[in-house]
């Protein structure tokens, strides 16, 4: 039997004005009236109450997950950069969509006792940080209310026990690693920046980054000042020339070492190795020089450097351990709060002398060995060849002899570590997109007693806690940590047991 085709009518009324719709919303040149919400075609709906260029004022209720402020506007819902929670402001309609809009902040006209003045003074060019303008404690405070949110909302979980946030002790100067993009200055020299807050605009050079270490800092000075007198340009997307893409310097204050990976747009530089040896004698601290190529701008680098001096990874001490850490290799950014980090994942797991525990998206080892000499078997899991030697080398180093470390896509040797290892227990800790069916499918087959799962977006972490639950495990408990004071991004761990 055949359907007969039902007809639905939708109001859509081109209006005259500064403003139309297009496919992600509306854009400027026209207006609009009705239009299908939710994916399914709503009968003689009303359009959004604003327009884009339309300025409003609304009440900032909370911040989302990516630092945006949340108001209400006749019923649609508005996110705002810059805003704190409790605020009023007047708003310029930016973009418009279905559900949704999005807007521009003009005013505070009724200000949060939380708002501070940004101590950075890039703050608002440069994209690194969102959060500078409210005072630390309310930005704690607002990523338990995210993950909540995210806990809720998104994996349908609120009974779930999220606890609050963990702040860090020092909410400046946390950051071991930075990273900054070359580029040319007013005065035709070489400058090293960040990249900016808004889509499309210029790179914002800088002098120090507030989130780094002292000592970063003091590098970076020695490292730009070192790149002007090579004599290396920076490189230039658009027409190819240049050399020097990007530098990405790593320090440890537990040993005083420091890396550093130079990326160029060419895999040859005039007089390299002189030039590597004078920033050595120039910067003892230094111990790891590393040099890798990227012709174009759509190419990942390559993992194996061009050219290697000094070329001693940096080592880091933590709670017992020594861990080698090369250039490219994971690892946890904040100095301040790593110990409070593993201590969570060690609470989650619940070691036991007789447990066999698999660490997947592993890195360089540091939540699997630092649980090592209270169970029977360690496996490490790590998809990158640079973290996985590490984590070798770190094994050996340690004389951890019931530690073994494997390089492989998770995806890949998963099913097979359950067969041979029959893991008691799992730390997962994926990249920022969470977790696949696969991957989750065959962690929840293995039937572990509990998993310790370690999140950088809790949204993602939200959807995966979602999934495990209906494959056999609850929740007891998320932990929020601020890894990342100034930004929205926050740390998770959760904590997982077999039902």
Known sequence: MTATPRQVNIALTAQPGPASRGAGGLVRGGGWRGGILGGRPEMMVDGPPVQLGDRVTLRCDRLA??????????GLTVFVAGVCPGETVAV????VRPRFARGRLVEVVEASPE????????????????????????????????????????????????????????PVGYRNKIELAATTDERGRLTLAYHPREEGGPLVPIRECLLALPEINGLLEAVEAWLRETGWPAYDE???????????????????????LLTSGRRDLPRRERWFDELGARLPELVGL??????RASQTPDGRPVGERLGRPLRVLHEGLS???????????????????????????EPQRDDRVADLYAGVGLFGLSVAREVARVVLLEVDRDAADDALANVRFNELGNVEVEQGQVEQRLSAIGREVQPTKIIVDPPRQGLSEAVLRITAGIGAQRIAYVACDPTTMARDLARLVKLGYAVDWVQPLDLFPQTYHVECVAALHRV
């Open 290 to 295: 590393r040099h890798r190529a990227r012709t």
């Open 238 to 260: 658009e027409d190819g020339s240049g050399l020097i893409r990007e530098v990405r310097l790593r320090y440890s204050p537990t040993t005083r070492e420091a890396t550093l």
């Open 323 to 349: 861990l080698r850490v090369s250039p490219d290799s994971f690892f946890q950014v904040n100095e301040w709060l790593r110990g409070d980090l593993v201590a969570q994942v060690r609470a989650a797991l």
């Open 115 to 170: 708002r501070v003045a940004p101590p950075c003074p890039y703050y608002g060019e440069c994209g690194g940080c969102q959060l500078q303008h409210l005072d630390y404690p309310a930005q704690v405070a607002s990523k338990t209310v995210a993950v909540r949110d995210a806990m809720a909302r998104l994996g349908r979980l609120p009974e779930v026990e999220v606890r609050e946030c963990v702040p860090c002790p020092l």
């Open 92 to 95: 310029e309609i930016e973009q």
């Open 65 to 74: 997950y990516g630092g945006d402020g949340v108001g209400r506007y006749e």
